[in-house]
């Protein structure tokens, strides 16, 4: 892969093994592996005047993955779910064909004393042939995350296969997702533990990557799987992410992720119509941008 001009936000550097930039998707690297979107939401304060309230909203072509590290949302879709996620479990649910979701503050959380909420929001793209699956939704509680330690850092596989583990998130093409947390400063051994891109996001700290300081808001993006030397600081919070890059081109309006330009436009049209299914006892509905 080439790295020129692959990406150019203001804040992205080259450097060697690596690309530094803002979280996906970038102007010019649209997906690592898989992983088509990330929001990092937070940390906010959650009280009276302040909680989260999206009504419903459409998805196709992808998987969302919920991951929180406070706080706690309120999941309802239209396949019939309704779950709370609380940090350290992952909300998992796949649009396939179609599916529509809100996420609320719970209401036990709206009236009292100020809470925070922080975490990661992740769209993941299905392969072409599952584009069209009927939706799914799985619940994965924190315990039953593979976890471990080395070297003064805490690992939990939060989706698919890494360092020799494997998540029972049901995930639907090879990919991983993995949290650390260092109390020491570590090397970072990656090498023959991760199979496809790989990106590396620092949620709190610092890392250094081919002797050069990267700090908490930022992603580093791997354009190899050989990459040069990772100290981790001590006091520091990671995200990897990434895997086997999907074939085809992906295409990306608002919510709607597909492999052809076509689906997407047969969504738009779904949703302007009110054609999509429903969440039950629910009559919040987000406008499609212009």
């Known amino acids: 892969m080439s790295n020129k001009g692959l990406i150019i936000e203001e804040r992205a550097r080259d450097i060697g093994d690596f690309l530094v930039g803002r979280l996906l998707p970038f102007r010019k690297k649209r997906m690592v ?17 302040n909680y989260v ?29 309704d779950q709370i996620i609380s940090p350290g479990a992952v909300n998992w649910m796949t649009a396939g064909k179609g599916a529509t979701h809100t996420e609320h503050t719970p209401d036990h959380l709206k009236n009292t004393q100020d809470s925070k909420m922080h975490g990661f929001q992740i769209w993941v793209a299905l392969p072409k042939e599952l584009e069209k699956m009927h939706p799914e939704f799985h619940h994965i509680e924190k315990k039953d995350l593979p976890k471990w330690e080395k070297d003064g850092a805490k690992f939990t596989l939060i989706a698919g296969d890494g360092f020799g583990k494997k998540s029972p998130v049901p995930v639907h093409s090879p990919l991983f997702m993995i949290e650390i947390k260092t109390s020491n400063s570590t090397d970072l051994q990656i090498t023959d533990q991760l199979k496809g891109e790989i990106g590396i996001c620092v949620v709190k700290g610092s ?73 039950s006892n629910d009559d919040s509905y987000i406008e499609m941008p212009t």
Request: proline fraction near 4%; charge should be negative; hydrophobic fraction near 35%.
């Open 33 to 49: 592996g898989p992983f088509i979107f990330i929001d990092h939401m937070g940390p906010a304060t959650i009280n009276a005047d």
């Open 53 to 81: 309230n999206i009504g419903q909203h459409p998805h196709i072509g992808l998987s969302t993955l919920t991951y929180l590290f406070e706080g706690e949302i309120r999941h309802r879709d239209s396949i019939g779910s």
């Open 207 to 279: 890392i250094n990557a081919c002797d050069e300081k990267i700090e908490a808001g930022n992603m580093i993006v791997s354009k190899t799987e050989e990459t040069c030397k990772i100290t981790v600081s001590k006091e520091t919070h990671l995200l990897l992410f990434g895997g086997e890059a999907l074939p085809e081109e992906r295409y990306i309006f608002w919510n709607f992720v597909a492999s052809e330009k076509e689906t997407i436009e047969k969504a738009k049209q779904r949703w302007a119509n009110k054609e999509f299914p429903k969440v």
